[in-house]
Nanobody, 125 residues
Framework: QVRLVEYGGGLVQVGGSLRLSCAAS????????MAWFRQPPGKEREIVAA????????NYADSVKGRFAIFRNSGESAVSLQMYNLRSEDTAVYFC??????????????????WGQGTQVTVSS
């Protein structure tokens, strides 16, 4: 059973930066897309950013474009999310995900097979 483990959550002030990392417990197939989702308090899980298996294509939620960056090395079973200029509305539990169904940067939860346990990001004003 593949496990995804997230690192790097915590408390940060508005305007600050934070980096999240995620690694798989075993090597995934090179064709797996990976992504970050988040779930704000009382809301549904939503896409933050997704990246293709090769790392050369990414999709972002409109709310984070220009502030967040997702990256991975080609074919590696690890992904990171660099977050800049954080806002209070970025407060959420952030989940790492990997897809056994597609290698493109899919943004729907239905494509993703493996999920991390989540890490809390709290942005305070």
């Amino acid at each position: 059973q593949v496990r995804l483990v997230e690192y790097g959550g915590g408390l940060v002030q508005v305007g600050g930066s934070l980096r999240l990392s995620c690694a798989a417990s075993e090597r995934l197939f090179d064709s797996y897309a990976m992504a970050w989702f988040r779930q704000p308090p009382g809301k549904e899980r939503e896409i933050v950013a997704a990246i293709s298996w090769s790392g050369d294509s990414a999709n972002y939620a409109d709310s984070v474009k220009g502030r967040f960056a997702i990256f991975r090395n080609s074919g590696e079973s690890a992904v990171s999310l660099q977050m800049y200029n954080l806002r209070s509305e970025d407060t959420a539990v952030y989940f790492c995900a990997a897809s056994a169904f597609t290698g493109v940067a899919a943004t729907s939860t239905g494509y993703y097979t493996y999920w991390g346990q989540g890490t809390q990001v709290t942005v305070s004003s």
